[in-house]
């Protein structure tokens, strides 16, 4: 199975400031990858899928990136409702994998 | 409007068996392949199984192949899940998910997902 790597696992930062989560995966991928935001006793929101592409109706502020094994999910200004738990998903083969999670927490 | 609502969690013993049902609304069920994705408490996000809108093909984690089995009635609009001879580890939120977006044939990311309903496996 492909295996997902996520770094930070935690991550404290403040309103505004730009942060970068990043995923690795074991072997290469394409551009077979998603971005979720989870908040708790909620399921995940898809962000990004594909790599790149916003799912509609997502703020601008999220961008991806990467390609093959390295990938990126971007939030240029953080705003307060984005302090959650972010999973990068790849589905590029069966069984798919997720990441085990980038807790954002404020500063 | 497009939504996803799971039942059929609950409190079961070890051993037993139990089945997860989905009902899906505001979109067309059957070209879609549909997932099921677990939360442990205070875990992270696990895929269980998928089974593919066109071919019908499924597939399942390893950790729960040979004791689950994921179908779907399309006209009920309805994905299940039946899981048997469960263990403590199978405690978790189980979610259903439509692989809606993405490349790539039979697969994508998961764009909708249900509310969730809780299994908990205890004696």
Redesign the interface.
């Known amino acids: 199975?492909i295996q997902l790597t996520q770094s930070p696992s935690s991550l404290s930062a403040s309103v505004g400031d730009r942060v970068t989560i990043t995923c690795r995966a074991s072997q290469g991928i394409s551009?077979?990858l998603?971005w979720?935001q989870?908040k708790p006793g909620k399921?995940?929101?898809?962000l990004i899928?594909?790599a790149s592409?916003l799912?509609s109706g997502v703020p601008s502020r999220f961008s991806g990136s990467g390609s093959g094994t390295d990938f990126a999910l971007t939030i240029s200004s953080l705003q307060p409702e984005d302090f959650a738990t972010y999973?990068c998903?790849q589905?590029?083969s069966?069984?798919?994998?997720?990441?085990?999670?980038t807790r954002l927490e404020i500063k | 409007e497009v939504q996803l609502v799971e039942s059929g969690g609950g409190l079961v013993k070890p051993g037993t068996s139990l089945r997860l049902s989905c009902v899906v609304s505001g979109f067309s069920f059957r070209g879609y392949t549909m997932?099921w994705?677990r939360q442990a408490p205070g875990r992270?996000?696990?895929?269980v199984s998928?089974l593919a809108g066109s071919s019908g093909s499924v597939?399942?984690?390893?950790s729960v192949n040979g004791r689950f089995t994921i179908s779907r009635d399309n006209a009920k609009n309805s994905l299940y899940l039946q899981m048997s001879s469960l263990r403590a580890e199978d405690t978790a939120v189980y979610?259903c998910?439509r692989?809606g977006?993405?490349?790539?044939w039979e697969?994508?990311?998961?764009?909708i997902?249900?509310?969730?309903t809780m299994v908990t496996v205890s004696s």
Do not use: C, I, M
């Open positions: 199975a551009s077979a998603a979720y989870q399921p995940p929101k898809l899928y594909d592409n799912e999973y998903h589905f590029t069966y069984p798919n994998t997720f990441g085990q999670g | 997932n994705v992270g996000l696990e895929w998928s597939y399942y984690a390893d979610y998910a692989a977006v993405g490349s790539g697969r994508g990311a998961f764009d997902w249900g509310q969730g």
